[in-house]
């Protein structure tokens, strides 16, 4: 079993960084959610949203118009797989994400540990493209969350 980054963490911000100098908060300086990675088995979960999130103004979950559904995906992010941490590096192998392309593949994420109860998650993304970025999410140790 790893050691080091098992528990539940709660996000405390999400950034990301572009090459050409840009500071992108992809839900806003305010969020709320968690990562998820399993004690028992090699299995994690993350779930991210804007806070407050925007409630639907027409219909209901399946039949609401188009740009509710479209604002309720740009507010919320959530992937599930499983992972493996190397001491330095956790790797999510994602099996379902609301983000189809991620489905399939190894997302790696540097770990940042800042002190025993907080961390930081960073990862490129895009690189070798005009939206080249460092993404950055610092996470807090869930209240009954040890390891």
């Known amino acids: 079993m790893t050691k080091g980054i098992e528990g539940r963490w709660e996000i405390v911000s999400w950034r990301q960084e572009y090459d050409d100098g840009r500071c992108v908060y992809p839900f806003g300086e305010t969020l709320e959610g968690f990562i998820d990675y399993s004690r028992d088995s090699d299995a994690m ?68 540990r800042t002190s025993d109860d907080e961390i930081t998650l960073v990862a490129r993304i895009e690189e070798g493209t005009s939206e080249a970025r460092t993404a950055i999410l610092a996470w807090r140790r869930a209240a009954g969350g040890r390891a």
Do not use: M
């Open 45 to 112: 979960f993350c779930v991210l949203s804007r806070k407050p999130r925007t409630a639907f103004t027409t219909g209901g979950q399946w039949d609401a118009a188009d740009a509710d559904k479209a604002r309720a995906y740009d507010e919320y992010l959530t992937y599930a797989g499983r992972y493996s941490f190397d001491g330095e590096q956790v790797t999510h192998h994602i099996q379902q994400c609301i983000f189809p392309n991620w489905q399939g593949t190894a997302q790696r994420r540097k770990v940042v």
